[in-house]
């Protein structure tokens, strides 16, 4: 179950997950452990740490649980895990999660690249998970969200069919999703793509079911599509500490949005987000300690914060 | 005089100035001649090509009334220059020129660093500037533009009053200026933030005396920056080839918004430039080859463009 947060928007941490999954080296647990406590303690609400596949497929990945467990002695924070399938959803029960994600890219030929499973195979996966989670006690049961990836585009597609994106969104929702997100896996978004799309996947699953996106910078126009988000309704903002992440099986596409640019972004607009912006910074240092060779960027971190610049409300 | 263009915007490449201004090399005078007639020749309907200011105080840009002459042998594109005495004024009306920009910087401490000005001092110069644009013939007078540079934060002074920057935009109308602009000199800026001072500039100047912004991309807010001016309603909108550019007066602040990411983000939006963003993309060679050690950057240039991406209207 997810915990509440009265901050304006909830950026989730995704550098775990999507940023290691992408590194060409892999974190040590015992670094993952400080790194993910780090960004606990600035006011992060909520990590994704980790992805429920095997090993062989993603060894940067492989020790899940344990960064799951550990995260679960921390308080306030909600620990989120990708899972492509009802094996990774089991494992995730297991581990005890807060929320997990499938998956399930609107280009089918991405989906076949990336899980290796159609369109019909994914809906399945995702009813048995929902029986998985329906199986377990309530206050065990963590949130489902059907993630739309490429929803934007696909770097082997092109362009996907937008009755594709709605139909498949509707379907998620039908299969037991409690909510759907939209992911910018290919960085192919802009600000108008943005603001339609959220406008009539939320015309199909409702608004409240409708409230995170998952984006990249790899054109540059990263922070652009989520105020754009944000100004369309969205509050959930998948970001990962100095840019790290992208998909090693959508060539082309690399880096999610940089969590301390967005950070600043927001709280400059007076917009909350419950994350003490100076100790964000500082918590880069671990992660270059614990991965050296990985590069991280950051405009906000490389420029400081402008003189006189105070947030509006800092960490409770 | 300014040409008319049908593009929805007009960028402004003001790389030849604000980023050779910052820039460690001189760029020959030649090399300044083939860089901007390829940009011309993309469709950029407007360069910033220099600064009529000492040659001892920016060696680079020593070559202005040179680079002018070549540009206006340019068919289709506009002549901006920098300003910031009635000297550098007479020289740019020498030279023939479109539009002279003076900066006022709303932070009196970086007028001072900067022009070596009281903001007294600078409205002085803009009467006089007036007076000298009025004596000349009328078809040769260009536009004048008062920037207000700083007006989002001052690395020295930090945030200025909203009270001073109203009043000295009122004055820079009432000494004569066809238009203010709006200058986040330091990246300070944010998209609330640039919402709200359009808002209450145009309160003062009305709308049609402010249509442009010249944005930095220091704390990686650039375009967001931009997407909330052009949905308040700015149409013209400064950018540097690969991000160069930044000011040496203002400690901290660097890099212009980059002009290819700038351009992705409309025509992806289809908010029509005019420019042929794939020619475009072929011009940083001829930068690269010109300032061979000064770094420029870029998403797009980076990525790519979206497999299937056409742009909805090519260069005239």
Redesign the interface.
């Known amino acids: 179950m997810t915990q509440s947060h009265t901050a304006d928007v909830l950026i989730s941490e995704v550098g775990p997950r999507d940023g290691l999954q992408n590194a060409s080296s892999i974190m040590p647990t015992e670094a993952k452990r400080r790194w993910i406590s780090a960004l606990a303690n600035c006011g992060i609400p909520e990590i994704e740490v980790g992805s429920f596949v095997p090993a062989k497929i993603l060894p940067q990945l492989a020790d899940t649980a344990e960064v799951v467990a550990h995260t679960n002695t921390i308080a306030g924070v909600d620990v989120a895990v990708l899972v492509p399938n009802l094996r990774g959803a089991q494992n995730a029960l297991a581990a005890g999660v807060d929320k997990m994600t499938v998956p399930l890219s609107v280009s089918e030929t991405h989906s076949l690249k990336n899980v290796r499973r159609t369109h019909a195979q994914m809906f399945e996966e995702v009813r048995s998970i929902r029986a998985a989670i329906d199986a377990a006690p309530e206050r065990e049961r963590p949130q489902l969200e059907g993630s739309l990836s490429t929803a934007f ?7 996907i069919p937008e009755s594709k994106i709605l139909s498949i969104a509707e379907t998620l929702m039908a299969c037991g999703c409690d909510e759907v997100g939209l992911s910018d896996t ?3 978004a ?4 943005v603001r339609h799309l959220i406008k009539v996947v939320r015309g199909v699953v409702g608004n409240e079911h409708l409230t995170g996106i998952h984006l990249h ?5 990263g ?2 599509n ?3 988000a944000f100004e369309s309704g969205l509050t959930t903002f998948d970001a990962s500490m100095g840019g790290l992440g992208g998909c090693p099986f959508a060539p ?1 596409a ?1 880096g999610n949005i ?1 969590t301390e ?1 967005l950070v ?2 927001f709280e ?4 909350s987000t419950g994350i003490d912006l100076d100790a964000l910074l500082g918590v880069r240092e671990i992660l270059r300690e614990a991965l050296p060779d990985e590069p991280i960027y ?3 971190p490389d ?2 914060l ?3 610049f105070h947030q509006l409300k800092q960490t409770a």
Do not use: I
């Open positions: 585009g696909c770097t082997l597609e092109g362009a290919t960085g192919y802009d600000p108008a793509a910078n790899t054109r540059g126009l922070l652009a989520a105020l754009a082309g690399s940089v640019d600043f972004m400059a607009m007076g917009v950051g405009f906000t420029a400081g402008p003189l006189g």
